[in-house]
């Protein structure tokens, strides 16, 4: 079984397509194993958000649907 702390060791991490390339709202997400998401500030990589993969798509639909 793979700890959480390996599994953010070893995350494949990605930027946010609404990421600038200035250095400016930098969020990083990694697809972690057992479907649950890391999110983190891509200019501060230590600490992440680790969520479900319901809390992500319910996030992801809210964001896309003007909630928040």
Sequence with gaps: M???ADAL????????????GHGGNCVEGAQLPGGTMAVRDSKNPGPAFILTGGAWNTFVHALADGEL
């Excluded at 060791?9 to 600038?20: H, I, L, M, Q, R």
Aim: glycine share 0%; charged share 20%.
């Design 2 to 4: 793979t700890s959480t």
């Design 9 to 20: 060791t070893n995350a494949d991490w990605f930027k946010s397509s609404y990421s600038d």
